[in-house]
């Protein structure tokens, strides 16, 4: 079969074939051409041998639409692309300039945070790269540099020159989120519901970290940001308000909740905004664990301190689901709650990060029927879900132990079938070949859709598969 000259027709566009069949249309949708969902206009044909429509009979013609090959630029002809994962290690503490050293380090260009900063205070505001050394290990240092050091700005004026910028209002309603961890931490330190001067916090340094910070993750498009222990340092810090100890107040109200640690100068590691940004971005405080590292960014702070580096590093990879896992089962018996009630329980557990969750058929005390409830979780969801069950199960008790888990490289791939593109799980077993599964929910809704039986377009589906992959390393 090839394809012929096509155009656009309409609200709809053809395209042209010429097969055994004689010549024929593909009629598709706008937009939907990239993914490939076609519909055969049966009444085109120009030959005897005339396809049966769709709704009869799809078999003539459905094999040679499996001919038709996606172009080579296509997104979907490679595998889905996994989120990436970002590490933040705060192992000599946080500040935003820190910040936006390590996120250049990772590759983010300066010309991209100054253009955004420009926007929000135009010719205020002067971002400079140098590489650096700090303990002897090279880093980036962003060098903040404004027009007038004495000028400040209220809160209210500071959201004021966000919502005029012009920049995306998602964006901007993210950098009025960290502004607003800043502003209720400094009212809480002076006896007050929110802030409405941050004092050394209204500078536009604070304006041009955060935006710069928040602009940089968006361009590596971060899936997930994990934080490791803060450290805060340890000592007195000067400030306009007199004296006060490290964490400085507004520092220690922001990291409520969040693991930290106090090591190494006595100087302030940690500042408000740097423990400001690493509150809004962060959606999980551990230690470094598992992940496949694709580079790492160094930034430095402004200060030298002996014998223990100034560096915030940050860790950008993936977290695939492979080798050994730490993680906890939790388990109860249930047998006083009525079971319409365990359905959203079991949705609920799965919500807060659950890996597995089990309701097994058992006798607990007095020979009552009920349930054993089995969650299995990550190690660092352990105190979340053991919360969770005890808040929403009933039970008064339960028990939990760790555990290790063994899993598979794996990820997701698209193939393209008669019906549209549909998902292909695949885990690499250690003989190198890939065990697959096709996505069930996608294969139900795209077969109910066309009018055939979701067995034949799973089959398809895993057809293209083999014939695009493979079934081990070689064809990959």
């Given at each position: 079969?090839?394809?012929?000259?096509?155009?656009v027709?309409?609200?709809?566009?053809?395209?042209?074939?010429?097969?055994?069949?004689?010549?024929?249309?593909?009629?598709?949708?706008?937009?939907?051409l990239?993914?490939?969902?076609?519909?055969?206009?049966?009444?085109t044909?120009n030959?005897?041998?005339?396809?049966?429509?769709r709704?009869?009979?799809?078999?003539p013609?459905?094999?040679?639409?499996?001919?038709?090959?996606?172009?080579?630029?296509?997104?979907?002809?490679?595998?889905?692309?996994?989120?990436?994962?970002?590490?933040?290690d705060?192992?000599?503490?946080?500040?935003?300039?820190?910040?936006?050293?390590?996120?250049?380090?990772?590759?983010?260009?300066?010309?991209?945070?100054?253009?955004t900063?420009?926007?929000?205070?135009p010719?205020?505001?002067?971002?400079?790269?140098?590489?650096?050394?700090?303990?002897?290990?090279a880093?980036?240092?962003?060098k903040?540099?404004?027009s007038d050091?004495?000028?400040?700005?209220?809160?209210?004026?500071?959201?004021?020159?966000?919502?005029k910028?012009?920049?995306?209002?998602?964006?901007?309603?993210?950098?009025?989120?960290?502004?607003?961890?800043?502003?209720?931490?400094?009212?809480?330190?002076?006896?007050?519901?929110?802030?409405?001067?941050?004092?050394?916090?209204?500078g536009?340094?604070?304006?041009?970290?955060?935006?710069g910070?928040?602009?940089?993750?968006?361009?590596?498009?971060?899936?997930?940001?994990?934080?490791g222990?803060?450290?805060?340092?340890?000592?007195?810090?000067?400030?306009?308000?007199?004296?006060?100890?490290?964490?400085?107040?507004a520092?220690?109200?922001?990291?409520?909740?969040?693991?930290?640690?106090?090591?190494?100068?006595?100087?302030e590691?940690?500042?408000?905004?740097?423990?400001?940004?690493?509150k809004?971005?962060?959606?999980?405080?551990?230690?470094?664990?598992?992940?496949?590292?694709?580079?790492?960014?160094?930034?430095?702070?402004?200060?030298?301190?002996?014998?223990?580096?100034?560096?915030?590093?940050?860790?950008?990879?993936s977290?695939g689901?492979?080798?050994?896992?730490?993680?906890?089962?939790?388990?109860?018996?249930?047998?006083?709650i009525?079971?319409?009630?365990?359905?959203?329980?079991?949705?609920?557990?799965?919500?807060?990060?659950?890996?597995?969750?089990?309701?097994i058929p058992?006798?607990?005390?007095?020979?009552?029927v009920?349930?054993?409830?089995?969650?299995?979780?990550?190690?660092?969801?352990?105190?979340?879900?053991?919360?969770?069950?005890?808040?929403?199960?009933?039970?008064?008790?339960?028990?939990?132990?760790?555990?290790?888990?063994?899993v598979?490289?794996?990820?997701?791939?698209?193939?393209?079938?008669?019906?549209?593109?549909?998902s292909?799980?695949?885990?690499?077993?250690?003989?190198?070949?890939w065990r697959?599964?096709?996505?069930?929910?996608?294969?139900?809704k795209?077969?109910?859709?066309?009018?055939?039986?979701?067995?034949?377009?799973?089959d398809?589906?895993?057809?293209?598969?083999?014939?695009?992959?493979?079934?081990?390393?070689?064809?990959?």
């Amino acid at each position: 079969m090839e394809l012929l000259p096509s155009k656009v027709q309409g609200p709809t566009s053809k395209v042209n074939i010429k097969s055994d069949f004689g010549l024929g249309t593909l009629d598709f949708e706008p937009g939907i051409l990239d993914h490939y969902t076609w519909n055969l206009e049966p009444g085109t044909w120009n030959s005897g041998r005339k396809p049966a429509p769709r709704a009869q009979s799809p078999e003539p013609w459905s094999k040679y639409l499996l001919m038709l090959r996606m172009k080579k630029d296509s997104p979907g002809r490679d595998k889905q692309p996994m989120k990436k994962t970002l590490h933040i290690d705060p192992f000599s503490g946080a500040s935003g300039d820190m910040f936006l050293g390590a996120l250049l380090s990772l590759g983010v260009p300066l010309d991209l945070i100054s253009e955004t900063v420009e926007k929000v205070v135009p010719g205020e505001v002067t971002l400079k790269a140098e590489e650096v050394k700090r303990g002897g290990l090279a880093c980036t240092r962003c060098k903040v540099s404004v027009s007038d050091q004495s000028a400040r700005r209220s809160m209210p004026q500071m959201l004021e020159v966000l919502e005029k910028s012009g920049l995306p209002g998602e964006f901007v309603d993210s950098c009025v989120g960290v502004l607003k961890i800043l502003g209720v931490a400094e009212g809480r330190a002076h006896g007050e519901k929110q802030a409405v001067h941050l004092h050394e916090l209204g500078g536009q340094d604070t304006i041009a970290d955060i935006v710069g910070t928040l602009v940089a993750v968006e361009h590596l498009e971060v899936g997930r940001i994990v934080c490791g222990p803060v450290n805060l340092g340890r000592g007195f810090v000067e400030t306009e308000h007199g004296t006060l100890p490290i964490p400085a107040p507004a520092t220690a109200y922001i990291l409520e909740g969040v693991p930290v640690f106090s090591e190494g100068p006595e100087a302030e590691l940690t500042t408000p905004t740097g423990a400001a940004l690493i509150k809004h971005l962060v959606s999980d405080f551990r230690p470094f664990s598992s992940m496949n590292i694709e580079s790492v960014g160094m930034g430095a702070g402004g200060r030298e301190n002996p014998d223990f580096p100034n560096i915030l590093r940050v860790f950008l990879g993936s977290e695939g689901e492979t080798g050994q896992r730490k993680s906890v089962m939790i388990e109860c018996g249930i047998d006083d709650i009525s079971p319409e009630y365990m359905a959203p329980l079991y949705s609920s557990l799965h919500e807060k990060g659950a890996q597995e969750v089990h309701m097994i058929p058992a006798h607990t005390k007095k020979g009552r029927v009920g349930v054993l409830l089995r969650v299995l979780v990550p190690a660092d969801l352990e105190d979340t879900l053991i919360d969770a069950i005890l808040e929403e199960s009933g039970s008064a008790g339960l028990r939990f132990w760790k555990v290790d888990r063994t899993v598979l490289p794996r990820e997701v791939v698209k193939v393209e079938t008669s019906c549209g593109l549909i998902s292909v799980k695949r885990w690499r077993m250690p003989s190198g070949n890939w065990r697959i599964k096709v996505e069930f929910d996608e294969v139900m809704k795209l077969s109910k859709r066309a009018g055939i039986r979701a067995e034949r377009l799973r089959d398809e589906a895993v057809a293209a598969y083999y014939s695009e992959y493979g079934d081990g390393p070689k064809k990959d």
